[in-house]
């Protein structure tokens, strides 16, 4: 039961600042802090079980027993829950400390580091999860926590705009998630992990007929069907083509979360929810291919559009577009330890990222726009060599932890089949496309000439030790993560026939290996000469290549391919609704109740004239009319 306090020690902060969080005001973090430093330790305490033992099962209570159904809120720590929760715990635990410098003078502080943990216990009891119910239940939890962080300055349109369009992006993946668990439930009558994964042999010939209820006939095996809709919301959750387009947006919430949701909360829950159902998937191989075929997608379309873009964090956002396309692409060819692997060394190396470039934000009085930057490593010498740190491992080069991760993928990739080697050339070339941007976006930040505003210059100095300490050790964990034996660890919690993951042996490792670097290398080499070599040169291929530079600049056109047949559309539905149904039928009919009513109260008022007269008219009148009656009738 002691480890029931990694999730719940973020959610006592999350109260305690919820309830008094306008009494503590600038203090909050002395009481955020310590919680998530707690879960890290508690998390490390159970790595170091797990490790020398089996995996941990906790039930905690039950939360509905009825007929068929019965869901209690428990607890599986196996070896990949233990990988996700230090991952989670770690950058969670940076990004708090970071949030401290970053934060510091808003007037929603306490706000944010009350929903920054809120957001960290909704994503460790994700990881938690030992049945599909409450697993979708946090999977909404962190759903609704990024809204509140990504609209976190509310009084900005683009942030409220941004935070509603990952919310309604996310509602259209989640759906489809939430009738892959119906259908978990329909086929197996449970939703626990440890009783549905047993019969999951039994259950594989199973078909379902779609037309059925329309007399049709099109049978589709019951996995596929189920793989098919989880994958949905995976799709949604970790951005994947085409409901990616929430990602980049995400940019206008506060630098620290935009970290913690790319690094290890909300897009990884895609990629961990595939490796967590790898026996599911592994029953589906056409489900299979369509995660490894949309995640090959993702990852080559990310890496083109990060080309382009000239705010700091949107090529940083973009990159985690394309890597998060590697991981689901290892998942789809049966390589759940690589892709896993993968997830962990990246949450390391964007992490620092994403906050390198808050430093940077920072220190610029809150400029993103590259280029309004430029000679800023000898003035962020800190900034600057953290940051490289993090670009090297991104670009994948030797000896990063990048550089044993992506390599681990592509092998996976290559050993898997022809998909695989279709896929490992496209992901190698998206490397050689990685490398390039990463170092576009060191040499146009941190080389040249000072682009700088002048009001500005003088006073870029480095941020304070808050926002330096987490860059350092995420310098240091962006390198040692790839000589911790994460591929191994991991291996227990995937029968040796799932794992898929290759090892660094053989003439095909060899090749891909070098193959790899050779690419990492040569984007760099590009990157240097195109920015710093012949600064005028990209200005040239922009110009020479216009289309391609547009259709990168302008993110695919996606955004505006959903605005004219999804945006407008139901903009222009809802107007004519409002003006034929809502002010012509509704409005109309009320107001034909109360016109009647007082046309009524008039003609009645008329009648009650006061006056004998006319009383005495309407009488003879009314007598005259019955006598007529009653004579002719």
């Not at 890290?40 to 941990?56: F, K, N, R, T, W």
């Not at 003088?458 to 240091?476: G, N, R």
Request: with cysteine.
């Amino acid at each position: 039961m002691l480890y029931a306090l990694i999730p719940f020690l973020p959610l006592l902060a999350f109260v305690i600042l919820g309830l008094f969080g306008h009494w503590i005001k600038d203090r909050s973090h002395w009481v955020a802090v310590p919680a998530v430093l707690g879960s890290l330790l508690l998390s490390i305490m159970a790595l170091v079980d797990v490790a020398g033992g089996q995996p941990l099962h906790i039930p905690l209570y039950t939360w509905a027993d009825s007929g068929n159904l019965h869901i209690a809120i428990g607890l599986f720590v196996d070896q990949l829950t233990v990988a996700m929760l230090l991952l989670v715990t770690i950058v969670s635990s940076l990004v708090h400390v970071y949030t401290i410098g970053y934060m510091h003078g808003e007037p929603g502080y306490a706000r944010f580091f009350s929903n920054i943990a809120l957001f960290t216990f909704s994503m460790l009891m994700l990881v938690m999860s030992d049945n599909f119910l409450q697993l979708f239940v946090f999977w909404e939890a962190v759903g609704l926590c990024s809204y509140l962080l990504i609209g976190h300055w509310y009084e900005r349109e683009s942030a409220r705009a941004a935070a509603t369009k990952a919310f309604l992006v996310n509602r259209v993946g989640d759906f489809g998630f939430m009738l892959g668990i119906l259908l978990v439930f329909v086929t197996f009558g449970s939703l626990h992990y440890q009783e549905v994964f047993p019969q999951l042999e039994q259950k594989a010939g199973g078909l379902v007929n779609l037309l059925g209820s329309v007399g049709g006939h099109w049978e589709i095996s019951v996995m596929t069907l189920i793989c098919l809709f989880l994958f949905i919301g995976a799709v949604g959750k970790s951005a994947q083509v085409p409901l990616h387009v929430w990602l980049p947006d995400a940019m206008e919430g506060p630098t620290p979360i935009s970290a913690l949701i790319h690094a290890a909360t909300m897009v990884t829950a895609g990629v961990f929810m595939v490796a967590r159902f790898a026996p599911l998937f592994n029953l589906s191989p056409v489900a299979m291919d369509v995660v490894a075929v949309v995640g090959g997608v993702t990852m080559f379309i990310g890496a083109t559009i990060a080309l382009t873009q000239t705010d700091i964090k949107r090529v940083v956002a973009y990159s985690t577009l394309s890597q998060l396309g590697y991981m689901m692409m290892a998942c789809g060819l049966g390589g759940y330890i690589a892709g896993m692997y993968h997830l962990l060394t990246h949450g390391a190396f964007k992490a620092l990222l994403f906050l390198g470039c808050g430093a940077v934000i920072i220190a610029l009085h809150h400029e993103q726009d590259m280029k309004n930057m430029g000679g800023l490593k000898d003035k962020l010498p800190v900034t600057y060599w953290t940051f490289l740190i993090g670009a090297l491992a991104l670009s994948g080069f030797p000896l990063t932890a990048g550089f044993f991760s992506k390599d681990e993928l592509l092998l996976a990739a290559w050993m898997s089949g022809d998909l695989g080697k279709v896929l490992t050339v496209l992901g190698l070339l998206t490397a050689l496309m990685t490398a390039f941007y990463s170092f576009r976006l060191v040499f146009v930040t941190f080389w040249g000439e000072s682009r700088v505003d002048p009001h500005h210059a003088q006073h870029v100095h480095e941020p304070s030790k808050t926002m330096t300490f987490p860059l350092l050790i995420l310098a240091v964990l962006s390198i040692l993560a790839g000589y911790m034996g994460i591929p191994e660890f991991l291996a227990p919690a995937f029968p040796p026939a799932e794992s898929g993951g290759g090892h660094h042996e053989g003439s095909a490792a060899m090749g891909i290996m070098m193959t790899a670097t050779a690419m990492g290398l040569l984007g760099i080499a590009g990157a240097y000469w195109v920015y710093v070599k012949s600064p005028g040169l990209p200005d040239r291929l922009a110009n020479q290549w216009q289309s391609l530079y547009q259709l990168s600049l302008n993110k695919w056109f996606v955004d505006e391919a959903y605005d004219r047949t999804v945006v407008m559309p139901t903009l222009n539905l809802a107007d004519r609704l409002w003006k034929r149904v809502d002010i012509a039928v509704i409005d109309g009919a009320v107001n034909g109740v109360a016109r009647a009513v007082a046309w009524g109260g008039w003609v009645t008022r008329r009648l009650q004239s006061g006056q004998a007269q006319n009383y005495a008219l309407a009488m003879t009148v009314g007598a005259v009319v019955i006598l007529g009656a009653m004579i002719f009738y």
